[in-house]
């Protein structure tokens, strides 16, 4: 097994690679820039700008992986919204290259995509759930998903995931639980919507899922995100009794008055029978990971 990975800088990029050194498994790790997680080898990473095609096709044949695991995408919700081109550009195209070169070296090709392709209604998603995408971001990801459910070929899996939380190296983007390890001891207000509920996700345990799906050749759509849905105002809760700061800062709000771009849905969550049953994926609850940080 010789997996590439795309998007290796961010966060789920550097835990997958992390995990890739210590079980001593060959890899390549490949973002649109220098490297810049220093537990991940020079050797082990190329530069590759996902937008280019032949710049993909050419990375991808010299290093023939066996596996790609596809992380890189637009994911900032309100810049997709009010740059459309942009988003579809990395998030479909950009996948659309990577998928073109892992199917031309007979490579399994592995998408991850996120809980916002749902409207949010409903709650508690199953892979067999239908779509219901709200913003630019959310339709880039459906119409990545379409390029391989509609296709001839099936060696591919897609990953779902929901708020991808944890600490790795020059990172580009904060998260939720940084925002909050770093602003409530310090007593910044910080207003928090109360009617968005999700389900976040160890990064630790999402790139064990990746790998595993890997391991496995398993193919089709895995949801694999946190056991447990809470809206984000308890999520931030918890973090503030764990570490003991204070919550006069914290503010309760309503979504409706961020005035954000990009409209959210509601509730998601995942049903993980699928990933449990198929992939032994038992993932850590917040209680069990704030440690950890």
């Known amino acids: ?46 530069t590759m700008n996902i937008c280019n095609a032949a710049e993909v096709a050419a990375v991808v044949a010299t290093y023939q992986p066996t596996h790609i695991i596809h992380t890189a995408a637009m994911t900032n919700v309100d810049a997709c919204e009010l740059n459309p081109e942009a988003c579809r550009e990395v998030n479909v195209e950009g996948t659309r290259h ?37 913003s630019v971001y959310a339709q880039s990801k459906v119409d990545a998903e379409e390029l391989l459910l509609k296709g001839t070929d099936h060696n591919f899996s897609i990953v779902r995931t929901i708020i991808v939380y944890g600490t790795a190296h020059n990172l580009s983007r904060s998260n939720l639980f940084l925002w909050a390890r770093e602003a409530l001891p310090k007593g910044e207000q910080m207003n928090v919507v109360d009617d968005q ?23 089709g759509i895995y949801h694999l995100s946190g056991p447990e849905t809470y809206s984000i105002f308890e999520i931030v809760q918890k973090v503030a009794a764990h570490y003991g700061y204070g919550t006069r800062s914290l503010n309760r709000i309503a979504s409706a008055t961020l005035n954000q771009p990009a409209k959210r849905p509601p509730k998601t969550g995942f049903d993980l ?21």
């Open 1 to 46: 097994m010789k997996i590439l990975i795309t998007g290796a800088n961010g966060l789920l990029g550097q835990k997958i690679t992390g995990q890739l050194v210590k079980r001593n498994i060959p890899f390549l790790a490949t973002s649109n820039g220098a490297n810049r997680n220093p537990d991940c080898p020079d050797a082990d990473y190329k």
């Open 98 to 134: 990577v998928a073109d070169a892992a199917r031309s070296v007979g490579a399994h090709f592995q998408l991850l995509s996120t809980d916002f392709v749902f409207d949010g209604e409903k709650g508690n998603y199953s892979e067999e759930d239908e779509v219901g995408p709200l």
């Open 197 to 219: 509920f999700r389900a976040p996700t160890w990064a630790d345990d999402l790139a064990w899922g990746c790998i595993r799906i890997c391991e496995l050749n398993a193919t």
């Open 273 to 293: 029978t699928k990933a449990k049953n198929k992939l032994n994926y038992h993932p850590k609850t917040i209680e069990e990971t704030l440690h950890l940080f």
